[in-house]
């Protein structure tokens, strides 16, 4: 089990360097903040997959060996707004902390969730390689991922997601890391805050 408090650092220390970024307007409906994975050291191993689920599934998992890129910030009042059904309320309520999920949502998004389908190339290539503005890159986040992934969570909140031996969201929030204790998160901590890309311009 994760300590709460660190999770609540996490979360505290994304709003913190969002507020440093020059490509997340006061207005925006959800934020982004995009890591430089360029160092092999600094690189976030996509984290949503138990050890065993990876020995018994290995290449077949979606994303596996692929770096987390982009954390996403969604604020509470923006959460009906941005899902796939606006007219749904989350679900506030449950019998644990981690029943359902309140607040704030913050999702971690591994660099090949997010591919350039215009590509030619044989090897897929990611949006945030392409030159898009970040507004056109915010819109492939929300259309490929993120709406669906805010439904999913709105409706049944982290209790079913934790205990799917396959998550059926694509983002990973920071209470249901794998492996899923503080220390391991710590270092997920540590990796974004030095690895944050603050201006739009160094994104690509």
């Not at 609540?8 to 507020?19: G, P």
């Not at 660099?111 to 389908?117: G, K, S």
Request: with cysteine.
């Amino acid at each position: 089990m994760i300590k709460e408090e660190t999770i609540k650092r996490f979360k505290d220390n994304i709003k913190k360097l969002i507020k440093q970024t020059d490509y997340n307007p006061p207005d925006s409906l959800f934020n982004i903040l995009v890591l430089d994975i360029g160092q092999k050291k600094d690189r976030i191993e996509y984290c949503g997959y138990e050890k065993q689920i990876k020995w018994f599934y290995g290449s077949s998992l979606p994303f596996i060996g692929s770096p987390i890129k982009v954390i996403v910030h969604v604020p509470h009042k923006n959460r009906t707004i941005l899902s796939s059904d606006p007219e749904e309320k989350p679900v506030e309520k449950g019998e644990d902390w981690f029943d359902h999920y309140k607040g704030d949502v913050f999702l971690m998004y591994a660099n090949n969730a997010f591919l350039d389908e215009s590509s030619d190339k044989d090897k897929p290539v990611s949006i945030f390689s392409t030159g898009l503005p970040v507004e056109m890159l915010k819109q492939e986040i929300l259309d490929k991922r993120l709406r669906r992934d805010l439904s999913r969570i709105n409706y049944s909140g982290l209790m079913p997601i934790v205990l799917e031996p396959i998550p059926e969201i694509d983002g990973i929030p920071p209470e249901t890391i794998q492996p899923n204790s503080t220390a391991y998160l710590e270092k997920i901590i540590d990796k974004i805050s030095r690895t944050a890309i603050l201006t739009e311009t160094a994104i690509h």
